[in-house]
């Protein structure tokens, strides 16, 4: 298993073999972005796209972003989507560990699901806080 980088001038090549990954991604942040908003981000923004694959096969797709705080620098992972993650996760944290090492970020984060808790616990995860949402008019 292997993972990349794809550089922005490659994405429209290989965005039909990771969409289906990231709207599933999109699905869980619930109304607040969409499958093309992704796209879009990954084309006008600071972002990037990283993709697992075995031989021609691609597995899983990330997207990150370097945010840089008041006090430190971050690679945030914005949308992680894919099949047979524990296949495929370690070899992609280890090339965004190398990445964020190389930017000078001192943290790697992200949020989601509670789930990712259990996939990131040998990797050193700490629940910093949990979000959450609340509607805007109160029930009666």
Known sequence: MQATLIPVEHIDAIWSKVEDYLK??????????TVDDIYNGLLNKPQHLWIAFE????????????VNYPQL????????????LPKWK???LKLLQQYARD??????ESYGRRGW???????GYKE???F???PVETAV
Do not use: W
């Open 132 to 134: 959450y949402e609340l």
């Open 90 to 92: 370690d070899p992609m």
């Open 73 to 84: 620098k971050a690679l945030v992972m914005h949308f992680t989507g894919g099949i047979d």
């Open 103 to 108: 930017h000078q970020c001192s943290i790697i």
């Open 24 to 33: 599933g991604a999109a699905d869980y942040t619930f109304g607040r972005y």
């Open 117 to 123: 808790g259990n996939v990131f616990k040998n990797d």
């Open 55 to 66: 031989n021609e096969k691609i597995y899983g797709a990330v997207v990150t972003e370097v």
């Open 128 to 130: 910093r806080f949990t």
